[in-house]
């Protein structure tokens, strides 16, 4: 499988894992778990065809490390970014490090600095643990910003934060008073 199919198929699954599992009538238990013979199935009728070591490629390469098998490969899910607000990660509440990052554009400076981070259509605002990868992050939409946030502060002042399975750390959202913003 080439960089570009999978690419391609990533992007199929984060639809269907995340956000809308209507589109090939795929079934997503309350933990966000979709059984994989139904996924590979159902994803024909959208004439995406593609087999489990297609799949298994995917989520063992995704540098974003997006999808999680289940022990015995017979389900699959999403670790975070969704927008389906039924779906259930499991996640336990755990201590942040001091400072995290949060990569942006300049045109949506302006909404943060009036209303902080705020998760929009996600379950959570989504953090970077470096400046490297929330660079990356921001990067996806233009020159990118960088804001550091006082998660340590945030947390003593009883702020909820989470790590999901690859990395990246979420809360339900940042208030101005925790962002810096580069002078």
Same mark, same amino acid.
Do not use: C
């Given at each position: @499988?080439? &960089?570009?199919?999978?690419?391609?198929?990533?992007?199929?699954?984060?639809?269907?894992?995340?956000? #809308?599992?209507?589109?090939?009538?795929?079934?997503?238990?309350?933990?966000?778990?979709?059984?994989?013979? &139904?996924?590979?199935?159902?994803?024909?009728?959208?004439?995406?065809?593609?087999?489990?070591?297609?799949?298994?490629?995917?989520?063992?390469?995704?540098?974003?490390?997006?999808?999680?098998?289940?022990?015995?490969?017979?389900?699959?899910?999403?670790?975070?970014?969704?927008?389906?607000?039924?779906?259930?990660?499991?996640?336990?509440?755990? #201590?942040?490090?001091?400072?995290?990052?949060?990569?942006?554009?300049?045109?949506?400076?302006?909404?943060? #600095?009036?209303?902080?981070?705020?998760? @929009?259509?996600?379950?959570?605002?989504?953090?970077?643990?470096?400046?490297?990868?929330?660079?990356?992050?921001?990067?996806?939409?233009?020159?990118?910003?960088?804001?550091?946030?006082?998660?340590?502060? @945030?947390?003593?002042?009883?702020?909820?934060?989470?790590?999901?399975?690859?990395?990246?750390?979420?809360? &339900?959202?940042?208030?101005?008073?925790?962002?810096?913003?580069?002078?």
């Amino acid at each position: @499988m080439n &960089e570009k199919d999978k690419r391609k198929l990533s992007k199929f699954l984060s639809l269907l894992l995340r956000h #809308q599992p209507e589109t090939i009538s795929l079934t997503l238990d309350e933990k966000g778990w979709a059984d994989v013979d &139904e996924l590979i199935e159902k994803s024909k009728r959208k004439r995406k065809h593609f087999s489990i070591q297609e799949l298994e490629e995917v989520v063992v390469t995704n540098d974003k490390q997006r999808f999680s098998f289940n022990e015995d490969k017979t389900k699959i899910r999403a670790n975070q970014g969704h927008s389906l607000k039924t779906i259930d990660l499991e996640l336990e509440a755990v #201590q942040p490090p001091e400072v995290l990052y949060h990569g942006t554009v300049d045109k949506f400076l302006g909404a943060i #600095q009036e209303k902080g981070l705020q998760k @929009m259509n996600r379950q959570h605002v989504h953090l970077s643990q470096d400046i490297e990868t929330a660079t990356k992050v921001g990067s996806r939409r233009g020159k990118p910003i960088i804001l550091t946030i006082n998660s340590g502060e @945030m947390f003593r002042k009883g702020y909820e934060f989470y790590k999901s399975k690859n990395g990246v750390w979420l809360t &339900e959202r940042v208030p101005v008073t925790f962002i810096k913003f580069k002078e």
